[in-house]
Nanobody
């Protein structure tokens, strides 16, 4: 059974930082591309950051220079370090794992940034 379990969300003031974590199980973690998506109320889910199985990363323009995605192959974990948070970063953040036609999602964790 595949599970992606996020943690680390919460309420933070603008300018603050949070670190999201995603624990993966039930997949061969090392061969999956992993990512973080977010969905704000009334908006579509959007890609925030992705890290490939080989460790290459890409980011949405809106978070470049502020967010950093990383992965720990031994622990089967994916992280999203979020700095200089803005109110517009408020959303539910979802962990994602992809391999060819296979795509899995976590349950999401709420991030709220107050102004």
């Amino acid at each position: 059974q595949v599970q992606l379990v996020e943690s680390g969300g919460g309420l933070v003031q603008a300018g603050g930082s949070l670190r999201l974590s995603c624990a993966a199980s039930g997949i061969i973690f090392s061969i999956y591309d992993m990512g973080w998506f977010r969905q704000a109320p009334g908006k579509q889910r959007e890609l925030v950051a992705r890290i490939t199985s080989g460790g290459s990363t890409n980011y949405a323009d809106s978070v470049k220079g502020r967010f950093t995605i990383s992965r720990d192959y031994a622990k089967k974990m994916v992280y999203l370090q979020m700095n200089s948070l803005k109110p517009e970063d408020t959303a539910v953040y979802y962990c994602n794992g992809e391999l060819n036609k296979y795509r899995y999602w976590g349950q999401g964790t709420q991030v709220t940034v107050s102004s």
